[in-house]
């Protein structure tokens, strides 16, 4: 079964760090450019980073540019995304997401950003 599972999520206050992780199972990973994505109550999934399948171009939100580094493993199959000097404002449900004809979300993982 197909599937994407992110982890990694949590609170932190503003100017800290996470990780978040997305260990993809049954697609053929490194066939599929991979992304993160978020959203928050009442608006649309905003893209925050995407990487090509060998991860050598990557792409960025203009309101995560160099704060945020998406990288990826395809012998482990996992996509991460390091989010550091957080703001309140990057508080979202972020989403994995493999795109193109991978075509598939993950659960979500919450981030909450305290001032």
């Known amino acids: 079964q197909a599937q994407l599972v992110e982890s990694g999520g949590g609170l932190v206050q503003a100017g800290g760090s996470l990780t978040l992780s997305c260990v993809a199972s049954?697609?053929?990973?490194?066939?599929?450019?991979m992304g993160w994505f978020r959203q928050t109550p009442g608006n649309q999934r905003e893209m925050v980073a995407l990487?090509?399948?060998?991860?050598?171009?990557?792409n960025y939100g203009d309101s995560v540019e160099g704060r945020f580094t998406i990288s990826r493993d395809n012998f482990k199959d996992t996509t991460t995304l390091q989010m550091d000097s957080l703001k309140p404002e990057d508080t979202a449900v972020y989403y994995c997401r493999a795109t193109g004809a991978c075509n598939l979300w993950g659960q979500g993982t919450q981030v909450t950003v305290s001032s």
């Open positions: 990487v090509t399948p060998a991860g050598r171009i990557t």
């Open positions: 049954g697609i053929h990973f490194r066939t599929c450019s």
